[in-house]
């Protein structure tokens, strides 16, 4: 049910970012605050038997629900950004893109070690940024909860690449 409200929501948007590109727009289901708390709940119920210390969101659109499902799990939220955007002393993870590399950091005091930290983001694609953000947690001595995925796009093997980091992979929506 969850699934056909969120595929049902998602706008398509052909040749963006670049032609032969289709991409998921999920900023139509924010403006459905009922289909937002279903998404919440959802994730929640998946995820009662997971122990998770904190929820930690990636650029951007992981923070859309990655806050709102850390209150609902009463553990805080930690932002995983783009380089350049923390103001604290930070740890930094490179990586490789399709076309170049991108970085990502996180503040260093963002979780204790020995914690578990769920990785939440909008989209599962080819899965390089929640790699690249497993790496960093467990070089600041954490343990990767699991990924919680909006939607996911399954023809891209993101799943693939992320199942030796931990096979508890939500995926409400996928295509």
Known sequence: MIEQQIK???????DFPNPGITFKDITPILKDPVLCDHILEAFVQKLKHTRIDVVAGVESRGFLFGLSLACKLGVPFVPIRKAGKLPYTIRQKAYSLEYGTAVIEMHVDAFDPGQHVLIHDDLLATGGTVTAASE???????????????????????????KPISDNIIILADY
Do not use: H, Q, W
């Open 8 to 14: 049902s929501a998602i706008r398509d948007i052909p």
């Open 136 to 162: 960093l947690i467990y070089e600041m001595g954490g343990t990767v909860a699991g990924f919680a995925f909006v939607v996911g796009l399954s023809f891209l093997n993101g799943i693939e690449r992320i």
